[in-house]
């Protein structure tokens, strides 16, 4: 093995195995950095420009959630600065390793963008505050104790001079940092929490955002790709000559052993010489693979006798065989595609001695492993250079699949940068899917009707095994019991019940899984939660009433359970027309709640007038983009309960364009009301969390208007008119 090899490989599994670790270093010598300075450096996330603009340095990345601008917002304020001032810049995953991870992880998915990063960049702010203020006071020979920052200006109390921190950055940058700075108590926050407008905005609204698609570059060659349309099948061959002489064709190339590459002066041209190439594909041992099949193979697991168990308490086998009444469901949640805005792309130029990469993606790191891997350089001789991202909703993050094609493409165009981007229909069909799962729940009743035994039995898809299946250890993967999880910080499950049992049976077909945004959280918060809602109308008890009785151990689900009560007005009908559903769980750190208001017409057309939803993320940053999260998973959840199934047929996708694949319209969208309510203490992410609560919130509501309680998704699969 080469010494590159072993350089690399080592990396990546490094990569792999702090995907959660907080690695912090507030200032490294600029010498590190020697052919990459970074100048007018106070430390790792601060640079302050001679005209006092300050400039955060953001390791998370943005796409469209607003980390970027909440991350800046915990420095500035703990950096004392003026936020008008403020503007931001990504530092590269070369220059994060070259400085032994300075800013930590680059990983920006699970709502960890601020969650998990909170505490090292406000850190990072204070120290900068700290060492600003000693240079000032060094400038003038007083003690740093006598001086105050106030919005980037320093004041010595005393004698009234002053400076900005444009004047004393550099010197402040030659201070060695102190070891330990003290945060700023909640209360003295003076940025943390207010509504401030994203830093973003403006350059998005007038377009002078460039994404991954709009990138130009000097001599810049374009890509079309076709992979083989069943997973796990092969590329045998294809006829280069019937269209390389095409207009503008430069080259047909294979990448890897599945794809085939037309590669032009314009991406159109590409496309179209690889519609018109000639390809044989060996379609190998999925080609009658359906998901008809796979329902079956699902199916069986919900009465296996082996499963692994994610949560238990009691015994409730024994609990339920005693039972002086029993209820049984079972619910089914389909493939989903992520559908990004924005489909897959990446430019890339490749020497023998570097290779370099452009591309959006949630994690610059592993995008940087990917393209070392690739390129068959060491990552000290790679670079990544992050572009904000036309949505990403997990997709672009632990899997950097269009990143190695784009390499691979570029290494036989030595030199040349090669922009590889995506089809619509290349997007659809080869993405990496919401896994598929199918929930028995069994319910125990004493002769009281109360609540006595649970048994949810989940057969299905694993995400780790498909991703990363060195984690899964004793057949366990725990990211499948997302929202079921006994009581902790995370995903936690919101009732007591005497005897419970939840455990998974593994069934993994041959499509490929991936963290699809609210990942497990969403299939599990409706089976649990349309459940619930099945006992409480089998029992003839209120909802609402039923929760409160099973939350009263778990307070903090049921505060946010309680304040969409209250908004809503719970305890007063609904007007004409409309029905109620309620749904609440807990996940990616925060707790959260929601309730649908709807109407179902004569002939069956559902409409969602109204969502009022509460989340408590312990503490809110930033309560505008709070909200804009809430609105926007709403958007994304109801698309998946109306409209979201990728189906299987021979092996293939069979959902190519949004045509197949709908989302949901403007004029579909209902009006939402987001309810904040941060207990303090902890930190959560949002956004994710509430679209969970999307569809069963509104299939409680379904059955409340029209007494048909649907149990597989999608909406549009199901004719609604009442029963």
């Not at 004698?159 to 330990?180: E, F, H, I, S």
């Not at 990917?370 to 350089?377: S, V």
């Not at 299946?469 to 936690?492: C, H, M, T, W, Y």
């Not at 029209?706 to 699969?717: A, F, S, V, Y």
Request: charged share 20%; proline share 6%.
């Amino acid at each position: 093995m080469s010494a590159a090899t072993t350089t690399r490989r080592r990396f990546i599994g490094g990569t792999a195995a702090t995907a959660g670790a907080l690695v912090v270093g507030f200032h490294v010598p600029r010498k590190s950095l020697a052919q990459t300075p970074l100048p007018d450096e106070v430390n790792a996330w601060v640079v302050v420009k001679p005209d006092d603009t300050v400039v955060v340095r953001i390791a998370r990345s943005e796409m469209g959630q607003g980390t970027l601008t909440g991350l800046a917002q915990l420095v500035a304020d703990e950096l004392d600065c003026d936020w008008a001032k403020v503007t931001t810049e990504y530092p590269t995953p070369g220059q994060n390793l070259a400085r032994q991870r300075a800013w930590g992880n680059f990983s920006t998915g699970g709502s960890r963008g601020i969650r998990e990063s909170h505490d090292y960049v406000r850190k990072g702010g204070a120290t900068a505050r700290v060492m600003l203020v000693q240079a000032a006071a060094d400038g003038w020979k007083v003690p740093a104790g006598e001086c105050r920052a106030v919005k980037g200006v320093i004041t010595h109390q005393p004698t009234g001079r002053t400076t900005t921190y444009g004047k004393v950055a550099a010197a402040a940058g030659q201070l060695k940092p102190p070891a330990d700075v003290p945060l700023k108590d909640p209360k003295d926050w003076q940025l943390i929490g207010k509504r401030l407008a994203r830093l973003d905005t403006v350059e998005k609204v007038t377009g002078k955002q460039v994404y991954g698609m709009d990138l130009q570059m000097p001599g810049m060659l374009n890509a079309a790709i076709k992979a083989c349309p069943v997973f796990g099948g092969t590329l045998k061959s294809f006829d280069a000559a019937a269209v390389e002489k095409r207009r503008g064709v430069h080259k047909v190339v294979r990448v890897g052993d599945n794809a085939v590459a037309v590669v032009a002066d314009t991406w159109w041209r590409a496309k179209t010489a690889l519609d018109a190439l000639p390809v044989e594909w060996d379609f190998g041992q999925h080609a009658q693979a359906s998901s008809a099949g796979f329902a079956e193979v699902l199916k069986a697991g919900l009465t296996a006798e082996q499963a692994v168990v994610g949560n238990r308490n009691g015994d409730a086998k024994a609990a339920l065989a005693g039972a002086a009444r029993r209820i049984e469901a079972t619910y089914s949640y389909p493939h989903q595609n992520h559908a990004t805005m924005e489909t897959m792309n990446a430019t890339a130029r490749w020497t023998p001695q570097r290779c370099e990469v452009w591309t959006p993606t949630q994690n610059g790191e592993a995008a940087l492993a990917a393209a070392a891997e690739a390129a068959g350089l060491p990552p000290a001789q790679c670079e990544v250079y992050k572009i904000h991202l036309g949505g990403g909703f997990g997709r672009r993050g632990a899997v950097h699949d269009w990143v190695r094609q784009s390499v691979a493409i570029a290494r036989q165009l030595p030199g040349v940068p090669v922009k590889l981007i995506w089809s619509r229909e290349e997007d659809m069909q080869h993405g990496l899917y919401h896994p598929v799962t199918q929930c028995r729940l069994v319910a125990g009743l004493d002769d009281k009707d109360e609540l006595q035994a649970l048994h949810m039995r989940i057969s299905g898809q694993s995400i780790v095994a498909g991703i990363f299946p060195q984690n899964i250890k004793d057949g366990r993967d725990p990211v499948v019991f997302q929202g079921l999880n006994a009581p902790g910080p995370e995903a936690s499950i919101g009732y007591s019940v005497p005897h419970l049992l939840v455990d998974h049976a593994m069934r993994n077909p041959h499509v490929p899984p991936g963290f699809w945004r609210g990942v497990n959280l969403n299939q599990n918060a409706i089976y649990l939660e349309s459940f619930i809602d099945e006992i409480a109308h089998a029992t003839q008890q209120d909802p609402l009433a039923l929760r409160r009785k099973l939350m009263a151990q778990h307070p903090k689900h049921l505060a946010v359970l309680n304040a969409v009560a209250e908004r809503v007005g719970w305890d007063k009908p609904a007007p004409a027309g409309r029905f109620r559903g309620l749904a609440q769980t807990m996940g990616f750190g925060s707790y959260v709640a929601a309730c649908a208001e709807i109407s179902v017409s004569d002939d069956g057309k559902l409409k969602v007038h109204r969502i009022v939803a509460a989340t408590d993320p312990g503490y809110a940053v930033n309560p505008q983009q709070i909200e804009a999260q809430v609105e926007g998973s709403f958007a994304y959840g109801l698309s998946a309960a109306l409209y979201g199934e990728c189906t299987v047929k021979d092996g293939r996708i069979e959902q190519d364009n949004f045509s197949t694949y709908p989302v949901l319209k403007m004029d579909e969208m209902p009006a939402v009301e987001t309810v904040i309510v941060p207990s303090g203490g902890f930190w959560g992410g949002v956004g994710e969390p509430t679209i969970a609560v999307a569809a069963p919130a509104v299939l409680n509501a379904i059955f409340a208007a029209t007494g048909k309680r649907i149990r597989d998704l999608p909406l549009k699969n199901h004719d609604l008119k009442k029963a």
